[in-house]
Structures are given as C-alpha cells and as structure tokens.
C-alpha cells in the first residue's frame, strides 16, 4: 500500500524571478529566473519525497506545458501517474519586485478536464491503496463539485484517509459529505465556507464546529503571521506563527501539508505533526520564489520553536 497519494486535478508549471521594478507598458525583465512544479497535490508530493518518504502524485496535463511540468517532476524523481487532458497545463508567474519586496502572482485558469480524465483519476484512485489520500488544489474547469468527496469514498474502502486542502465549492461539497480524516483551510478559506469574517476566536470556534458536526476529525487552520490553529476531538491548539525573514510566501500552505502528512505517516503525534506543519511553512517563507521548504531548516525551526 502506498503510504501517501496526492491528487493534482489542476496543477501548474511555476515560473519565478526578480524584477527592479514593475511599470506599465515597459518591459519587465527577469532575473534568477526558476521553472518548478507546482500545483497543491504536485507540491505536497514533492515535499513528503525531501522527507525521505516515496509518495505518489497522480496529475491532469495537457499540451506541450504538461510535457515540461512531466519533465520537471521527472528531474526531481517524484514517483507519478499522469492523466492526459484536452487544452496545456496552466503556467502561472510570481515576480519578487526588489525594489519594493512586493511580490506580483499571476495565475491563469488551468486546462478543462472532460469526462474521460476524471473517471481515470477515479478508477486509479479507487485502485490504488494509500493510508493517506491529499486532494490538494482548486478544481478545473468541467470537474464536478463533489470529485473529492467521491475519490474519498473510494479511499475509505481500501482502508485510507482523506486530507482535503481545497477551497470554493470544492471544499464545501466535500466537507459536506464529512468523513474528512484532515482539512487544511487558511483563514480566507475558512471564511468562505462558514459566510463571515473571522478573528482568531471565530476561526477556533468554527474549526472546533467541523470538527464536532464530524465533517472532519482534525483541522488546521491557518492564519499567516497570526499563527495557526489545530481543532480535534482533544481540544483546540493555538500555536504563534515562527517569525523568520520573509522572502517568498508562495508554497508555505503546501509545505506546512506537506510536512504535517509526513509526519503522521510517520507516526508523528497530530500536536507534533503540526508543530512541524507550522516549522515547514515558515521554512518555505526563507526561500525564494516558487522553492519549497527546505528539510534541514524545517527541522531546525521545529526544535527551536518547542524548546
């Protein structure tokens, strides 16, 4: 059985650099420019294997763009099962514009996945047996609301788990259905789903609420550099966020899943998986552009944070 499988129905090819500045008309031209893989699934995939543990993505592409993020996934020997769809793979942009440390993200809608893409990511999901399912990343065009909680059901019957880290209508259908073994939404998402604005107090209440209507058994909650918030049956586990240099926060949310799933995997305890959930989303605040967490500082910011 496959330890984690993560699922990237709309995945992207990540282009990242500096910039002086941004003005209209002009052109921009790009420094330390990076291609990476990207998408939630694709991202979670390719922290658990920095881990150490080998993991499986299974990934919609199309076009010429979905034979690079294919290549790009290949140079980082991240074990994969591509699903071949009608249109490219999206490519979004993040830009760092040095002389403000702003920082600009493009993102296109990705490729429209039709009725032969989805029943193959189904039937290899039903097939394949994980202990931990993570449907990670917003859902195409043409796919239907409730794909997660489907591919859920599917899992259960093998015996895994589902983590969902979704947001919109992909994350509402699928909580709806409950039986979510680990939701990951950030404020914002969160928001989203109960219909009001949020402080901390209200972000603990309503993930404490997921948890007691059993739509999930665990939820972690993030909230930037308010922190993050853990809600199970034990209780509710606010913990502040690790103040570190900010560089780039594009990939800290992956990362902290990411992490988080490897550790349970691992047979981390979920206090202690989370603890290095939050050191993982710091760590991919250190690094530039569209990079990752990066393990030796994830685990040093774990220790220095519990000390």
Request: proline share 4%; hydrophobic share 40%.
């Amino acid at each position: 059985m496959t330890a984690i499988l993560t699922v990237a129905l709309n995945p992207a090819v990540d282009i990242s650099g500096d910039t002086g500045a941004i003005r209209p008309t002009l052109k921009t031209r790009l420094s330390n420019v990076r291609y990476d893989p990207g998408g939630g699934g694709v991202n979670v995939a390719r922290v658990v294997k920095r881990f150490g543990l080998e993991t499986e993505v299974l990934f919609c592409a199309g076009g010429e763009t979905g034979e690079l993020l294919d290549h790009l996934l290949e140079a980082e020997s991240v074990q994969r099962k591509r699903v071949t769809v009608p249109g490219r793979t999206r490519i979004s942009y993040t830009v760092h514009e040095t002389g403000t440390s702003l920082e600009y993200r493009f993102v296109p809608e990705g490729a429209k996945i039709g009725t032969e893409g989805l029943e193959a990511c189904l039937d290899y999901v039903a097939a394949t047996g994980c202990k931990y399912l993570v449907t990670s990343g917003s859902l195409p065009e043409g796919a239907p609301v409730d794909i997660y909680a489907r591919m859920a059901t599917a899992t259960r019957i093998k015996g895994g788990q589902l983590v969902l880290d979704s947001s919109g209508p992909g994350l509402k259908e699928t909580i709806r259905h409950g039986g979510v073994f680990l939701v990951k939404p950030s404020r914002g998402e969160l928001e989203q789903l109960v219909g009001r604005e949020l402080d901390e107090e209200g972000a603990c209440a309503s993930a404490d609420m997921l948890v007691r209507q059993g739509m999930a058994e665990i939820v972690a909650v993030t909230m930037g550099v308010d922190g993050a918030v853990l809600a199970s049956r034990d209780g509710i586990l606010r913990l502040p966020a690790i103040h570190v240099r900010t560089r780039s926060a594009v990939g800290a949310g992956d990362s902290f899943l990411g992490a988080m799933v490897w550790a349970l995997a691992e047979g981390w305890s979920r206090e202690d998986a989370f603890r290095l959930g939050m050191a993982a989303g710091a760590s991919a605040v250190m690094t530039p552009g569209t990079e990752l967490c990066r393990p030796q500082d994830v685990f040093r910011l774990y220790k220095s944070a519990k000390a």
